[in-house]
């Protein structure tokens, strides 16, 4: 039988075929390295890819009519994020992904972007593709969580507020922390799926900082100024243990405030993924990561 390759931009009717092709790369993945963790749930996955689709860039290959790998991203200003980069077992290692990974890169520069950077994994694999591409080294991005009375999460300071957020507030902190205002992103976590969000004010009600509740995890947060820190992350980790009992905190090696505030709080350091970028930008030692997906 004569095998056709082809590439070409996903489609909504594509979403069930190129989440299979994640679901079984990642289960090879942690296969490989002897990783237990569960799968994110394909309704988390579904909704924050049908968000790509409609507001990134989303390429698929197809091995005689069948999807074999994937590779989506967005564009936010002049930043470009690699959300997924995954084949089947058996199209690793045989060009395909270099391929998706060139076309999805080129037309996050004929969108303007000038900065590329990736959440990544420890696969050897993976790696070796975004430092071919031109992504290095930055940080690790450090994930803690703790739970019930192993917690000692500090009293926030007195001064502070909270009340809901709202997308401007939350693109103006992130226009300063995150170098993009990306409200299309905060409509998606506030109004598409219903995340709590906070906005963290200070005397006079001047905004300092926000941060979300995804189950038990502070994803994403931001504040403005250092001295901000213990604040925004005193009050959502309050309010992320109080909700559901435990909280979690995925925190880019950048960010020492957060690491020691964790360390403190007698969080546990339980996993690592790598943070590759071909320059720095914004202040991303007063945030903290969404995950992989968004960033």
Not at 96 to 104: I, S
Not at 121 to 144: E, H, K, T
Not at 235 to 259: F, K, M, Q, W, Y
Request: proline share 5%; net charge neutral.
């Amino acid at each position: 039988m004569t095998i056709e390759l082809t590439f070409r931009n996903a489609r909504e009717e594509d979403l069930p075929a190129t989440l299979d092709v994640f679901y079984t790369a990642l289960a090879d993945l942690f296969a490989r390295h002897n990783f237990d963790a569960p799968p994110p749930p394909r309704p988390y996955m579904e909704a924050s890819w049908r968000h790509l689709l409609a507001t990134g860039i989303f390429h698929l290959a197809e091995e005689n009519g069948r999807a074999v790998a994937v590779c989506n991203a967005f564009v936010r200003d002049r930043l470009w994020f690699l959300s997924g980069f995954w084949a089947l077992p058996e199209c690793q290692g045989q060009g395909v992904g270099r391929r998706l990974l060139r076309e999805v890169w080129r037309e996050g520069e004929r969108q303007g972007a000038d900065i590329f950077f990736v959440w990544s994994s420890w696969d050897q694999r993976a790696v070796a593709s975004y430092l071919r591409a031109g992504m290095l080294p930055g940080y690790q991005i450090l994930n803690f969580w703790g739970s019930g009375a192993e917690l000692r999460l500090p009293a926030p300071p007195g001064g502070y507020a909270v009340e809901p957020l709202k997308v401007e507030a939350a693109s103006s902190i992130d226009e300063v922390v995150r170098a993009t205002r990306r409200e299309v992103d905060h409509r998606f976590w506030l109004d598409e799926r219903g995340l709590r969000g906070r906005l963290v004010t200070g005397r006079g009600r001047r905004p300092v900082g926000y941060y979300y509740l995804e189950g038990d995890a502070v994803a994403p947060a931001a504040w403005l100024e250092d001295s901000n820190a213990e604040a925004v992350l005193a009050l959502a980790c309050r309010d992320a243990a109080e909700l559901t009992g435990s909280v979690a905190l995925r925190v880019p090696g950048i960010n020492h405030a957060a690491i020691r505030f964790a360390l403190d709080a007698r969080l546990r350091y339980v996993s690592y993924a790598h943070f590759f970028t071909t320059a720095n930008f914004g202040r991303l030692e007063r945030y903290l990561a969404s995950g992989p997906v968004l960033f």
